[in-house]
T-cell receptor, first 115, second 112 residues
Framework: KAGVTQTPRYLIKTRGQQVTLSCSPI?????VSWYQQTPGQGLQFLFE???????NKGNFPGRFSGRQFSNSRSEMNVSTLELGDSALYLC??????????????FGEGSWLTVV | QQQVKQSPQSLIVQKGGIPIINCAYE??????FPWYQQFPGKGPALLIA?????SEKKEGRFTISFNKSAKQFSLHIMDSQPGDSATYFC???????????FGTGTRLTVIP
């Protein structure tokens, strides 16, 4: 069974640009959640989608957005990039909703560098 | 405000030793406490998880101890091996929490 797949793995963007990251969950999983990982702030929850609806959202500005498609694949978008957005962005999937104690499986992440 | 406090930040043990990583939380609504292991260049992987209705859970060489009254939980790695060298994160969530809060991570090094 294929794991969680994230693309692209590495990317470099310029301040002010926008970026879209993609996540394909494990087959059959309906929940996709996104996380930002930085050396300074650690792992922080961004948002969760379940059945194409955003169910939960962390404490991030509106520049961070996402969506989920009918096949459960998800994208996250960051607009007007800032230097501080440089991070590893992780996607995770689970059968049920993330915060109901369902096991979540992480992808290997997308490394974003903003210059 | 850090919802889950984790210590120590780094830990070095000899092979065969028993590293212990501690976490503490404040929100009594949390009812799910997972531990994740992350190797460099990889995403975190679930190691073991516990709910507050038990005080201890073992899976292989990994044990979680849970103290509900103190709002603390810890990870013990028995007979640690160099292959266990990784960063470990504790986390907490609950159906009412609407978030998965992570600790700041512990970088474990097991010396052969």
């Amino acid at each position: 069974k294929a794991g969680v797949t994230q693309t692209p793995r590495y990317l470099i963007k310029t301040r002010g640009q926008q970026v879209t990251l993609s996540c394909s969950p494990i087959s059959g999983h309906r929940s996709v959640s996104w996380y930002q990982q930085t050396p300074g702030q650690g792992l922080q929850f961004l948002f969760e989608y379940f059945s194409e609806t955003q169910r939960n959202k962390g404490n991030f500005p509106g520049r961070f957005s996402g969506r989920q498609f009918s096949n459960s694949r998800s994208e996250m978008n960051v607009s007007t990039l800032e230097l501080g957005d440089s991070a590893l962005y992780l996607c995770a999937s689970s059968l049920g909703q993330t915060f109901s104690g369902n096991t979540i499986y992480f992808g290997e992440g997308s490394w974003l560098t903003v210059v | 405000q850090q919802q889950v406090k984790q210590s120590p930040q780094s830990l070095i043990v000899q092979k065969g030793g028993i590293p212990i990583i501690n976490c503490a939380y404040e929100n009594t609504a949390f009812d799910y406490f997972p531990w994740y292991q992350q190797f460099p260049g990889k995403g975190p992987a679930l190691l073991i998880a516990i709910r507050p209705d038990v005080s201890e859970k073992k899976e292989g060489r990994f044990t979680i101890s849970f103290n509900k009254s103190a709002k603390q939980f810890s990870l013990h790695i028995m007979d640690s091996q160099p292959g266990d060298s990784a960063t470990y994160f504790c986390a907490a969530s609950g159906t009412g929490a609407n978030n998965l809060f992570f600790g700041t991570g512990t970088r474990l090094t097991v010396i052969p």
